[in-house]
């Protein structure tokens, strides 16, 4: 009768125990397949399969006591020959066959590599994202500065013209030599320059008042009397005007981006 698994995993241990068994181990390997439940499964199933687990013991191994953890009496146990199983066939000489055991290794390699895998993706979608969702926005680093201006006279090429009511002539002059004076009143203040509304009226006034001492003029005529008109002053029109100061100054910027919402340069 074949041994239960814990009658199996016990006579792993000692030496005489795996040569009964008809199974090759060293004593690590065999502490190694009795620590590890799986293991020591796969190894009792595939061993149920051999000749050894099959063929009746010189002394029934049920009825050998069978000692705690460690501490194994199989005395009486005909140990079958060194690397086969009884009937001669033979068997690995550590491990069991790959495909009853796991490799540890392997399956510690494939979680490590799933995990790296998995944080791959989780980066890339996060990448993906960032760059689908990214605000650009105009980022001030000076702020503008506005044009300002100062005021300043200038000419406006217009003319004006005074009257101090002092009269170029005198009482008892030739009434021709005070015509004369006032022609060279009106000439000097009025004549071949643009005026301003004013000494426009002005300057009129005083042709008038010439061209009618013109026709009046007559031989012996002198001035009895002086009038309103007197000396002509011509200045030029003074007005004032805003200059600007050509100091404006555009703002400085530039594209900014924000990723996430807290990732690059975010407002």
């Known amino acids: 009768m074949a041994l239960s698994f814990e009658e199996f995993r016990t006579a792993l241990l000692p030496a005489d125990g795996r040569a009964f068994l008809g199974i090759q ?58 690397g086969a199983y009884a009937g001669g066939m033979s068997y690995p000489s550590a491990l069991p066959p790959t495909d009853t055991v796991p490799r540890k290794k392997n399956v510690g390699l494939w979680v490590t590599l799933s995990i790296v895998g998995a944080l791959l993706l989780i980066a890339i979608i996060v990448v993906v994202v960032a760059f689908t969702t990214a605000r650009h926005w105009t980022k001030v680093d000076a702020p503008e500065k506005p044009e300002t201006f100062h005021s300043e006279e200038y000419e406006t090429g217009l003319y004006l013209v005074a009257d101090d009511g002092v009269s170029p002539c005198v009482v008892d002059q030739d009434w021709t030599d005070c015509i004369a004076a006032m022609e060279v009143q009106y000439a000097g203040a009025c004549a071949d320059v643009e005026l301003v509304p004013a000494a426009v009226t002005l300057c009129a006034q ?62």
Request: with cysteine; charged share 20%.
């Open 206 to 267: 005083h042709r008038a008042e010439i061209d009618r001492m013109i026709s009046e003029d007559t031989d012996g005529t002198v001035v009895a009397s002086l009038g309103d008109f007197g000396h002509l002053t011509r200045t030029p029109e003074i007005a004032t005007r805003e200059v600007s100061n050509d100091d404006y100054e555009p703002a400085v910027t530039h594209e900014a981006v924000c990723y996430l919402g807290f990732i690059g340069e975010c407002e």
């Open 25 to 82: 181990l060293t004593d690590a390997e065999a502490r190694q397949v009795h620590d590890d439940p799986a293991s020591a499964q796969s190894w009792y199933s595939y061993w149920l399969t051999t000749p050894a687990a099959q063929a009746p013991p010189a002394t029934p191994y049920a009825t050998v006591p069978v000692a705690p953890l460690g501490d194994h009496d199989l005395t009486g146990i005909a140990p079958s020959a060194p």
